[in-house]
């Protein structure tokens, strides 16, 4: 669905991504997770086509994202972080753009809609940012496009909403679907995101599914620190250790705690996920 | 699909555009016609005069060249946002549609509404109070002199507005402005230093003398005896003026504007 190739981009003097390679599948919810800065939100603008490369490739369902054709823009959708909607109605905002993509589920839209509780007659500018948020992650799962690109869509939602989204997300994804979700609330969106991508300064440090994870690193809770740990951080009455899987047996990941083993050990990492 | 052009997506984006902007739209037309009746309301509280046909007639025209200049900046001007510019990017149509749809609304639905919308004004305020207003502004305009050049000079103009909305992101109407005066000054900076240096002793011939020459006559200057060079002097500086107003300058905004549309980065 999606192939990045050693891709290079920078903004102005500031580089960004350095030769960076990437392959995303149909049938998958991808978490792109990373500290601020490292390019996440680039990321999904170059794979939208907001961005050009300066070289390498980006190669989205066979299109060349930059020249933002009207077939490539009809399969995909992209919810900015902070999206900002025009002064109509959500019901008009959604009747006036649905008729560009071809396989939009007016009906979908409003189940989504009762399902997040927004008032589609209400116009965007009348809605506080969660509601709007909502009603414009409705909108794109209702496009029924194949590729779903997400920037932080549980910032700002409340506790039932994350909930809600959560639910709508899985049921939206199919086999022939791919949504991205770029998030830094991985509890938010946990046992949703599956693989993970982590970005780092200029690269990719990680993209791999939880199965995979699991059989090589495993999250434990100890009342002490582990030596042999790879990671170790302090919780509340204890430690929360990642070590290497060496049962064969599967655990369950910890995505926060992952993220911070794979930023505080690049290269133990790359060796235990090299192929 | 086709990926240049395709009518019924142009047509459905320009039904979208449309009715997203029919609220400024509507705001910016009924401004001008409320000037209007509020003119014809302080004439009648205060006893004035009454205003001709033709006077309202200049309104009319003035009201709708504000219009064209002032619509990329109401109606486009989060485009080349980097935040609010993004929902209108990865709308499924191409660069093309997007760019003939926005020069629809902007060229022809304003600014036709704005008039259509004064016209109606001036009618009904024409018939209620013939006194305060006489005549009707329509029989007036089928004596107006020069429409359709006047019209194309405001398209010039509007163009230009067109290309520093998608040129520039912050203070958009002000920086076009002074854009528009820089270039000003630069063609006259031109044209200064053709008349004092380059062409200095042909334009020296023409002091001391009295000549009244009209732009329709301009080709009689070579029958003058002693100017046939600086006739071609004037007559190219006269065609090169042309060509680059009515020729380059809207070519160059118009091609600018779909660059900007296709290569902007968000």
């Known amino acids: 669905m999606v192939t990045i190739e050693n891709l290079h981009f920078s903004y102005s003097r500031h580089l960004v991504f350095k030769d960076v390679s990437l392959s995303l599948e149909a049938g998958k919810i991808y978490g792109l997770l990373g500290q601020n800065g490292v ?13 050009k490369v300066n070289s390498g490739s980006c190669s989205v369902m066979n299109h060349e994202p930059s020249k933002r054709e009207p077939g490539f823009l009809s399969e995909l959708f992209y919810i900015p972080e902070d999206f900002v909607g025009p002064d109509i109605t959500i019901n008009n905002f959604a009747k006036l753009r649905g008729e560009f993509y071809p396989s939009y589920d007016a009906n979908k839209f409003s189940r989504l809609m009762t399902d997040f509780e927004v008032n589609g007659n209400y116009k965007f500018t009348k809605l506080s940012f969660g509601q709007q948020k909502k009603a414009i992650i409705a909108f794109a799962l209702a496009t029924n496009t194949r590729l779903v690109l997400m920037d932080e869509p ?29 998030t830094h609330q991985v509890r938010d969106l946990e046992n949703l995101i599956d693989p993970i991508i982590i970005l780092d300064k200029n690269g990719v440090l990680l993209n791999e599914s939880i199965e995979n994870i699991s059989r090589n690193l495993c999250f434990e809770f100890s009342p002490v620190p582990v030596e042999e740990a790879i990671y170790s951080e302090p919780t509340l009455g204890g430690y929360i250790v ?34 | 699909m086709n990926e240049i052009f395709n009518k019924n ?22 401004i001008f016609s409320l000037l209007l009746a509020g003119y014809w309301l302080s004439m009648l509280i205060f006893n004035g005069g009454p205003a001709s046909a033709n006077s309202r007639n200049s309104y009319l025209f003035l009201a709708t060249m504000i219009t064209m200049i002032i619509a990329p900046f109401n109606l486009y001007r989060n485009y080349n946002h980097p935040k609010k510019g993004i ?34 004004t001036d009618t009904i305020l024409a018939t209620i109070s013939p006194k305060m207003f006489p005549g009707y502004i329509f029989s007036a305009l089928v004596d107006y002199e020069k429409p359709f050049e006047n019209i194309f000079e405001a398209l010039i103009l509007q163009f230009g507005c067109i290309f520093g909305n998608f040129l520039f992101q912050k203070n958009k109407a002000l920086k076009t402005i002074l ?7 630069a063609l006259a900076f031109i044209l200064v230093i053709m008349i004092t240096v380059v062409f200095k002793d042909d334009f020296q ?21 002693g100017f046939e060079s600086i006739g071609t002097i004037l007559k190219g500086f006269y065609y090169s003026f042309m060509v680059i107003f009515y020729g380059i300058f809207p ?7 779909f660059y900007k549309m296709k290569t902007q980065q968000y």
């Open chain 2, 87 to 120: 929902d209108y990017v990865i709308l499924p149509a191409s660069v093309t549609e997007k760019f003939l749809s926005m020069l629809t609304n902007t060229v022809i639905f304003l600014p036709l509404i704005t008039f259509g919308s004064i016209l109606i």
């Open chain 1, 39 to 51: 390019g996440k939100t680039t990321l999904l603008k170059i794979i939208c086509g907001l961005l």
């Open chain 1, 242 to 275: 990642a070590q290497r899987n060496t049962s064969g047996m599967e655990c369950k990941v910890n995505i926060e705690a992952l993220f911070n083993t794979v930023l505080s050990n690049k290269e133990v990492i790359k060796d235990i996920f090299k192929k």
């Open chain 2, 9 to 30: 997506r142009f047509f459905k984006l320009v039904k979208k555009e449309f009715s997203e902007r029919t609220p400024v739209i509507i705001k910016i037309a009924a």
């Open chain 2, 205 to 225: 011939t023409m002091q001391n003398m009295k000549m009244t020459l009209k732009v329709e006559n301009l080709s009689d200057i070579d029958k003058i005896q």
């Open chain 2, 251 to 257: 070519i160059a905004f118009l091609t600018g504007t």
């Open chain 1, 154 to 182: 549980s910032n700002g939602l409340d506790i039932p909403s994350k909930t809600q989204l959560r639910r709508v997300i899985s049921q939206a994804s199919t086999d022939e679907t791919c949504i991205v979700i770029s």
């Open chain 2, 179 to 185: 854009s528009g005066v820089g270039l000003y000054i």
